[in-house]
T-cell receptor, first 117, second 114 residues
Framework: DAGVIQSPRHEVTEMGQEVTLRCKPI?????LFWYRQTMMRGLELLIY????????DSGMPEDRFSAKMPNASFSTLKIQPSEPRDSAVYFC???????????????FGSGTRLTIV | GENVEQHPSTLSVQEGDSAVIKCTYS??????FPWYKQELGKGPQLIID?????GEKKDQRIAVTLNKTAKHFSLHITETQPEDSAVYFC?????????????FGTGTQLKVEL
């Protein structure tokens, strides 16, 4: 398996432009998570999906951020309009939850380094 | 919500020495505690995990201990090697009851010196 695939790896765009980050989870995984990583705030959960349904988006900073998962093999995170403070590394992770009460580890993608100028 | 604290933020050891990273969590309902290693320019990678029904788990040079009463868990790396240099994150989850959502610590930059 190629693992979790994110694109693009790097993105530099001007303030005010729309940014779309893409993620392909591991085939067969049923949970998908979007995290943002900065030096100041560490790894922050933005939103997660179970079986393609958004479960908790309380970490999404504001209405400028939106995420979709139209099918089990694809998800997008969109920022519109983008601002310099959105600059960070954005990670997508997926997991297979097979039942029970205990947790399951994630597989992370390599991330998208986003710079808003 | 869950809060995970991690110490130290940086750790420097000599090759061959042991390294210990400690984490505490706030939610007594948490039952799953993974550790991730992040190398420069890469995403975090799961290296070991422990569930609340056991107190210790070992995998070669890596071990994790859990004290549910005190709500803390630790990562132990023995016989450290230069390739162990990376940022290590602890995390906690309430399992499927909490949506399998992980809350991460702030990370420990481990440097193994020759």
């Amino acid at each position: 398996d190629a693992g979790v695939i994110q694109s693009p790896r790097h993105e530099v765009t001007e303030m005010g432009q729309e940014v779309t980050l893409r993620c392909k989870p591991i085939s067969g995984h049923n949970s998908l998570f979007w995290y943002r990583q900065t030096m100041m705030r560490g790894l922050e959960l933005l939103i997660y999906f179970n079986n393609n349904v958004p479960i908790d988006d309380s970490g999404m900073p504001e209405d400028r951020f939106s995420a979709k998962m139209p099918n089990a093999s694809f998800s997008t995170l969109k920022i519109q309009p983008s601002e310099p403070r959105d600059s960070a590394v954005y990670f997508c992770a997926s997991s297979l939850v097979t039942g029970g009460q205990s947790g399951y580890g994630y597989t992370f993608g390599s991330g998208t380094r986003l710079t808003i100028v | 919500g869950e809060n995970v604290e991690q110490h130290p933020s940086t750790l420097s050891v000599q090759e061959g020495d042991s390294a210990v990273i400690k984490c505490t969590y706030s939610d007594s309902a948490s039952n799953y505690f993974p550790w991730y290693k992040q190398e420069l320019g890469k995403g975090p990678q799961l290296i070991i995990d422990i569930r609340s029904n056991v107190g210790e788990k070992k995998d070669q040079r890596i071990a994790v201990t859990l004290n549910k009463t005190a709500k803390h868990f630790s990562l132990h790396i023995t016989e450290t090697q230069p390739e162990d240099s990376a940022v290590y994150f602890c995390a906690a989850s309430k399992g499927t009851g909490g949506g399998n959502k992980l809350t991460f610590g702030t990370g420990t930059q481990l440097k193994v010196e020759l």
